[in-house]
């Protein structure tokens, strides 16, 4: 016997791996293009952290440099009587900023040093030979040098220098020590899209120092071309690179996403990266969660076309068994009559009423079947009487032919006496004639 699927299951099996099948194209595009949007979020995102970040800085770099700028006008623009009259000005510039506690101090070609924070220079001290000064030398405006660790404090710093345009003191070059900790702390507290191996730091590119870093471990690193540690090796390859674009580069395994933007007036750039492996973890943990809710989805959806399907096949499949009944020739079933003006309700309905009909006329033949049965049943004690007369008639007959057997017997008895008795007589008659014609022929001859 063939197996029989039922309606049911062939729609279930229909529509199901179809709308299946959609939704997870859907779902498949969906990821696809997640993924693109979070990686275009995530890129923004980079690039948004490292510009904001850096026009923090710039703004704080600039304040500092137009705090040096006046100073080195004032410095250009009026004329001391000698060094103590210039030291006490410079002794106003001890508190103009809190990255510059010590305020601004210089020298000259001649080897005059000017100090107002009060620290005095050993007897080896040659201001000529001082990395400030002769960095000052190269520069008309107030430029960042080289960055170093601070030996008391421990903190980044780097000193400001320029040469002064002085007529009465030969190559003067003023200097500021600023400190870089509200730097570093603006560093510290950035969380680069809530990852746990972003960074956020700044290298001067003149020399491949690391200025400030969100790992205070790094500040003062200075970066070099077969550097062991392949991550600033490879970002050493990006301080030519054009700005505000994302760039992808590989250490030890690990792919990093990493944007730049130099700051203004300073030989730094700020770098931004993040690992791509914490992005795709995010992308992961939101796939995650789109198969889980498609999967509910297709669960629900299962549930709905299953319910709404039995709904439609239950009464198919109740029509169904009632035409197997009728077709076996049960017309005792009752068909509830269809509710819903629908295709089904007509049907139940058209069911029911031939239900009806058909009844009606099975309840007729009923009718006559028995009102025949009676008649043939009172037909057959007819037959039966006359069949008993006819039998009757025939034993008579018989007898008849029986008694009509005997009487030709007997007739036949009767000829033959009749026939013995005629010859008798006719013997008796000649004989009688031929006596007379004795007696008359004696009667002659007596005569």
């Known amino acids: 016997m063939k197996n029989k699927k039922s309606l049911l299951g062939r729609i279930l099996l229909s529509c199901i791996p179809f709308t ?20 275009k979020h995530v890129e923004t995102g980079i690039l948004s952290v490292t510009t904001s970040n850096a026009n923090t800085i710039q703004g704080w770099v600039g304040e500092i440099r137009y705090v040096l700028k006046t100073i080195k006008g004032t410095l250009e623009s009026l004329k001391f009587a000698n060094d103590k009259e210039e030291i006490d000005y410079l002794a ?34 040659v201001v000529t030979e001082r990395t400030w000064y002769l960095d000052g030398l190269n520069n008309n405006e107030m430029e960042f040098g080289t960055p170093y660790i601070d030996a008391q404090t421990g903190d980044m ?23 870089l900790k509200p730097i570093s702390d603006i560093l510290t507290k950035i969380n680069v899209l809530d990852t746990n191996g972003g960074s956020v730091f700044i290298v001067d590119t003149k020399n491949s120092a690391i200025v400030a870093h969100k790992n205070k471990k790094f500040d003062g690193y200075e970066i070099k071309d077969n550097d062991k540690n392949i991550f600033f090796k490879e970002i050493k390859k990006l301080y030519k690179k054009d700005d505000n674009k994302i760039y992808n580069i590989n250490a030890d395994g690990n792919q990093y996403k990493v944007s730049k933007k130099r700051i203004e007036g300073t030989r730094w750039a700020l770098f931004t990266a993040v690992p791509i492996k914490e992005v795709n973890a995010e992308i992961m943990n939101t796939v995650k969660i789109l198969v889980a809710i498609t999967i509910v989805s297709i669960l629900v959806l299962i549930i709905i076309i299953s319910r709404a399907m039995i709904s439609i096949t239950r009464p198919i499949k109740n029509i169904t068994n009632d035409l197997i009944s009728v077709a076996d020739g049960d017309f005792t079933i009752n068909i509830d009559k269809g509710k819903k003006e629908d295709e089904l309700g007509i049907m139940s309905n058209a069911m029911a009423k031939y239900i009806e009909k058909m009844r009606s006329i099975i309840d007729n033949i009923c009718r006559i079947s028995k009102e025949l049965e009676l008649n043939a049943r009172n037909s057959s004690q007819t037959s039966e009487i006359l069949s008993r007369t006819a039998e009757e008639e025939n034993i008579a007959i018989v007898e008849t032919q029986q008694n009509m057997s005997e009487l030709t017997e007997s007739m036949k008895g009767l000829v033959s006496g009749v026939n013995m008795l005629t010859d008798i007589v006719r013997m008796t008659n000649n004989a009688g004639h031929d006596a007379n014609e004795r007696m008359h022929n004696t009667k002659l001859i007596t005569e």
Not at 157 to 179: E, G, Y
């Open 20 to 39: 299946v099948a959609i939704i997870l194209i859907v779902m498949s595009v969906g990821i696809l293009n997640l993924n693109k949007q979070i990686n």
């Open 92 to 125: 106003t510039t001890l508190n103009l900023h809190k990255a510059c506690p010590y305020g601004v101090y210089g020298g000259d070609a001649a080897g005059v040093y000017l100090d107002a924070s009060g620290w005095v220079p050993d007897d080896n001290y």
């Open 157 to 179: 710093v780097v000193s400001a220098s320029c040469k002064l345009n002085r007529l009465d003191r030969n190559n003067m070059v003023i200097a500021a020590d600023i400190f």
